[in-house]
């Protein structure tokens, strides 16, 4: 044990001795004088002072001067009078010792009792100082801590509690002391928050889970929620309660996790493609359109450059989001899928910033245009058809009134070269009868009139006006049928269910195209008579002009690929059962077997891209169907193709009448 | 029939001519008007047995001509001479009091045939 040197002061040589004798442990300072003695006792630790009453003025200065402070004062006497030892006591000494026989034993033994009291006295103090901290800190902690701090005793009295606790359940100190629990808290609070669990186990000293006491408003929902938690508080059964309010924590949370349902919601169900990504182009974020359009492996990570065509414009825009912050609007583009495949989109950028406006990423949302394009491109035919149709029609009136009289007329000078023709026989006969004449002036003029009518070849003129008159019928009647042809070709505004002769419909479907191949291609019509059919004639006619023109197509193809000239595209009207079948028939290049299945499809198309959008026997096989009938098809790469339309004889069933009101 | 006068109305002053020669046989005086307004001026001061009229003329269309020339001229039997046949519904037709109607271009005989009919009572 080390002991701090304690030292004393002293006159007595047989004092001095004595207690050098205590050893090392002991350390032993001699002064002169009071004054030293109370220096020293100022300047550093003594632990104790050995003081001779013979030094009578500088005892008393001493002991004057360290009365009630500083070192204990161990005061020798030589007097053996109860009255010096008690004087000196009243005047602050610790101990009197009376020189005596024994002095050489007690001496020692009081200046170690009285240092090891002092020593004690001294860690008492601290102790006692530092328990005041200790306690002013809790006090500190338990007055402000924002926690509901709640202490209860074995038989679940409250024997205290913080003033948070007071606060939070509105009660006040002095009327909670002393009460039982249930008494105090809210009998809700001690049913939902398992406080009851909560204090068994703490009880019997298991560890207990915090927990969370929800007090319900009427509607079911949590009002207050606190943050329960106990501690057994000491060895008789006490408990300490903390309670912590949670329910600001709670409600946030809960709202935090309501806006972000809400905003996972809309995000999931958006009509269109959304994607996110950060400054590199990489994808952050894709909801299932996103997925879904762009198909292929997961979109996450993937850097969104990916997928647009190296040389594109607009892959540039794109990168102008992410570098510069730009945004861009609807920029229609193409986007490049995995399976190599190209899909037109319409896309809008925005740069994506953070709470303090730095730029993130950027944020992109994109609808795939292909119904779009294949709903303008067929605006864009039907349009073309109807200015075509008008174009049809005025073209068609302008011609038919010149052809009204043409014709007329050239009936009429039929009529009028007959009345000639019988007036030259005529003419002939006199001719005949006046040849022996022998009046020189009927002889003159019958050989004027044999002259001209040689010069001019007169037999030649009738035959041949009659052959120009008939070949000229011939070219009226043709163009007679060309005008009406345009007429059908241009009737579109009247839409309605008729009973229609098929066969015409088909035939000046045929003519026209008939005008477009006539040097490349032959076609042979071969029609049956036929009873008129319930339908959409503008439509139908579609189907054949699809199915004639693709006819059409697959022998040009032929003759590209195979250098071979001619094609003969064969067209059948035929009565088959219950059924009228129309065949369209050619030698062209004929459809691939692994395509045939898929050819009715929408958009399946063989030819490359920008030759139509492969939609023309969709709607034809669409058609039909709506007639209650059936297209089909046989073909034979290298040979040709045969398609058949099936209808029903009578076509579409009249429409049941509406029972009257 | 014979001595029956009949009234031609088209804007195309050929067309009248071809419908001149065509009737030239009939036995018909032939009166022509190249519009519309000539044809009811015609009307107002002449009686006519039959009205022979085109259909798309400017200002007024044949059916609107034949519906007025009732007014002007009852008795006249009205055929309605056009080449865009489809287009007049029947119902009009039967409505106006509409004898015939003829397409264009017309074949001659059934042309005559129809006049004849239509004058006979």
Not at chain 1, 362 to 387: C, G, N, P, T, Y
Not at chain 1, 551 to 569: F, H, L, P, V
Not at chain 1, 596 to 622: C, E, H, N, W
Request: aromatic share 4%.
């Amino acid at each position: 044990m080390v002991e701090p040197p304690p030292s004393l002061s002293g006159a007595d040589p047989a004092t001095r001795d004595i207690l050098q004798r205590l050893g090392l442990e002991v350390e032993i300072l001699s002064l002169p004088d009071a004054q030293a003695c109370l220096a020293r006792c100022r300047a550093e630790h003594i632990d104790l002072v050995v003081l001779d009453l013979r030094l009578e003025r500088e005892a008393e200065r001493v002991l004057a001067g360290l009365h009630g402070e500083g070192p204990p004062v161990l005061v020798v006497s030589h007097d053996a009078r109860e009255e010096v030892a008690l004087d000196a006591f009243r005047r602050g000494a610790a101990d009197c010792i009376v020189v005596s026989r024994d002095y050489a034993q007690v001496l020692p033994q009081a200046v170690l009792e009285q240092i090891a009291s002092a020593r004690a006295t001294r860690e008492r103090k601290a102790l006692e100082e530092h328990f005041e901290k200790i306690r002013r800190f809790s006090e500190v902690i338990v007055e402000v801590i924002p926690v509901a701090l709640l202490i209860i005793d074995a038989n679940r009295r409250v024997v205290g509690a913080n003033p948070e606790f007071h606060r939070l359940f509105h009660v006040r100190e002095y009327d909670i002391v002393g009460k039982l629990l249930d008494a105090v808290l809210p009998a809700e609070l001690l049913e939902n928050g398992g406080i009851e669990e909560l204090l068994v186990h703490t009880a019997q000293g298991r560890s207990a889970t915090p927990r969370l006491a929800r007090i319900l408003d009427p509607a079911g929902e949590p009002q207050r929620v606190f943050d329960v938690r106990a501690r057994p508080f000491d060895d008789h059964g006490g408990v300490l309660l903390v309670l912590a309010d949670v329910s600001e924590r709670e409600r946030l949370s809960k709202r935090v996790g309501d806006l972000q349902r809400y905003h996972e919601n809309i995000i999931q169900n958006l009509n269109s493609a959304l994607l996110v990504t950060d400054r590199g182009g990489r994808i952050t974020f894709a909801n299932p359109i996103a997925q879904h359009i762009l198909g292929g492996a997961p979109l996450l990570g993937r850097r969104v450059q990916e997928f647009f065509p190296r040389s594109s414009r607009e892959r540039h825009l794109l990168l102008r989001t992410l570098t510069h912050g730009e945004r861009y609007r609807g920029i229609e583009t193409v986007i490049a899928r995995d399976d190599a495949s190209r899909l037109p989109i319409g896309i809008s950028s925005a740069p994506l910033l953070d709470a303090a406006g730095t730029r993130v990423g950027a944020v992109a949302v994109f609808q795939d245009l292909s119904q779009i394009r294949e709903l303008q491109h067929h605006a864009l035919q039907s349009e073309k058809m109807a200015s075509l149709g008008q174009l049809a029609a005025g073209v068609a009136h302008e011609i038919n009134n010149p052809m009204g009289f043409i014709h007329a007329n050239l009936f009429q000078m039929t009529e009028y070269l007959s009345d000639l023709r019988r007036l030259w026989e005529r003419v002939e006969v006199l001719q005949t009868t006046l040849a022996g004449t022998e009046v020189p002036a009927v002889r003159d003029a019958l050989a004027s009139l044999r002259e001209l009518s040689q010069a001019v070849n007169v037999e030649y003129v009738l035959s041949d006006f009659s052959k120009a008159l008939r070949e000229s019928q011939e070219g009226s009647e043709r163009i007679r049928h060309i005008v009406r042809d345009l007429r059908h070709f241009s009737r579109g505004d009247t839409e309605k269910c008729e009973l229609f002769d098929v066969v015409k419909c088909l035939d000046s479907t045929v003519n026209m195209v008939a005008t477009m191949v006539k040097h490349t291609v032959t076609l042979e019509k071969s029609y049956s008579n036929l009873p008129p059919l319930r339908c959409y004639p503008m439509q139908l006619q579609q189907v054949f002009m699809n199915l004639l023109s693709n006819a059409y197509q697959a022998i040009q193809e032929r003759q590209r690929e195979s250098g071979s000239a001619g094609g003969k595209i064969r067209i059948r009207a035929e009565q088959r059962d219950q059924q009228v079948v129309i065949s369209v028939a050619d030698d062209g290049i004929g459809i691939p077997e692994e395509c045939l299945p898929r050819i009715f499809d929408p958009f399946f198309t063989t030819k490359q891209v920008g030759a139509g959008m492969g939609l023309g026997l969709s709607i034809s096989y669409g058609i039909v169907e709506r007639h209650g009938g059936s297209i089909r098809v046989e073909s034979k790469r290298g040979e040709g193709t045969c398609f058949e339309v099936l209808l029903p004889l009578e076509g579409l069933p009249y429409p049941t009448p509406e029972p009257a009101a | 029939m014979r001595g029956k006068t009949i009234l031609v109305v088209d804007d195309e002053v050929h067309i009248l001519s071809a419908l001149q020669r065509a009737l030239r046989g009939e036995g018909y005086e032939l009166l022509t008007a190249d519009s519309p307004l000539r044809a009811l001026d015609i009307l107002k001061v002449r009686a006519v047995d039959a009205i022979l009229s085109d259909h798309k003329m400017p200002g007024m269309s044949g059916l609107e001509l034949l519906a007025r020339a009732a007014l002007y001229c009852p008795k006249a039997v009205r055929l309605l001479l056009t080449g865009w046949t489809e287009e007049i519904s029947p119902s009009q037709v039967e409505r106006l009091g509409i004898r015939a109607l003829l397409p264009k271009p017309w074949e001659d005989a059934e042309l005559k045939a129809a006049l004849r009919a239509a004058i006979e009572p």
